[in-house]
T-cell receptor, first 115, second 111 residues
Framework: DAGVIQSPRHEVTEMGQEVTLRCKPI?????LFWYRQTMMRGLELLIY????????DSGMPEDRFSAKMPNASFSTLKIQPSEPRDSAVYFC?????????????FGPGTRLTVL | TQLLEQSPQFLSIQEGENLTVYCNSS?????LQWYRQEPGEGPVLLVT?????EVKKLKRLTFQFGDARKDSSLHITAAQPGDTGLYLC???????????FGKGTKLTVNP
């Protein structure tokens, strides 16, 4: 089975441009998470969805960030306008939590560089 | 303030040595997970510990959950270059699906 798929794997853009990151979760998983990873702050949860509904977006840094999940097999994270401090690796993860496990399965990440 | 503190931040050792890395918090967790992340990839789950005092073994890796469920340790015996990676602990505080991650321990095992 395919794991979590993210695209693009690398994105280089200029300050002020719009950036859209994409994620396809594992089929059958009903929870989806967006994280950002930097050396300084580690892995931070930005937002998570359950059954396509945003449950907790308290980690979204500011209004420049938005996320959508129009259906169970697709989610986007958009940054508009982008700034150099947004440079990081962005991960998408999915899970199907049960009483015994809430393991999260991560995609390979998108490395974003904002110049 | 980091909810989960991992130490050491960096560790470089020779093949065959033993090592222990730590994950500490002042908060109680209903479970704690350990992930390993290799360069250019996402984290991959190694183990979940649930019960205070629990010890789990995965080949040369031994995981322990503190009695009070506030801390955990990972011990690797006879480390190999293939163990190189970033080791992350993640806590589940219960009540939601959110995990809180530590910043990780970056382990390098030199041949």
């Amino acid at each position: 089975d395919a794991g979590v798929i993210q695209s693009p794997r690398h994105e280089v853009t200029e300050m002020g441009q719009e950036v859209t990151l994409r994620c396809k979760p594992i089929s059958g998983h009903n929870s989806l998470f967006w994280y950002r990873q930097t050396m300084m702050r580690g892995l931070e949860l930005l937002i998570y969805f359950n059954n396509n509904v945003p449950i907790d977006d308290s980690g979204m840094p500011e209004d420049r960030f938005s996320a959508k999940m129009p259906n169970a097999s697709f989610s986007t994270l958009k940054i508009q306008p982008s700034e150099p401090r947004d440079s990081a690796v962005y991960f998408c993860a999915s899970s199907f939590p049960t009483g015994l496990s809430n393991e999260q399965f991560f995609g390979p990440g998108t490395r974003l560089t904002v110049l | 303030t980091q909810l989960l503190e991992q130490s050491p931040q960096f560790l470089s050792i020779q093949e065959g040595e033993n090592l222990t890395v730590y994950c500490n918090s002042s908060s109680v967790f209903s479970s704690l997970q350990w992930y390993r992340q290799e360069p250019g990839e996402g984290p991959v789950l190694l183990v979940t510990v649930v019960t205070g005092g629990e010890v789990k073994k995965l080949k040369r890796l031994t995981f322990q959950f503190g009695d009070a469920r506030k801390d955990s340790s990972l011990h690797i015996t006879a480390a190999q270059p293939g163990d190189t990676g970033l080791y992350l602990c993640a806590g589940d505080q219960g009540g939601s699906e959110k995990l809180v991650f530590g910043k990780g321990t970056k382990l390098t095992v030199n041949p």
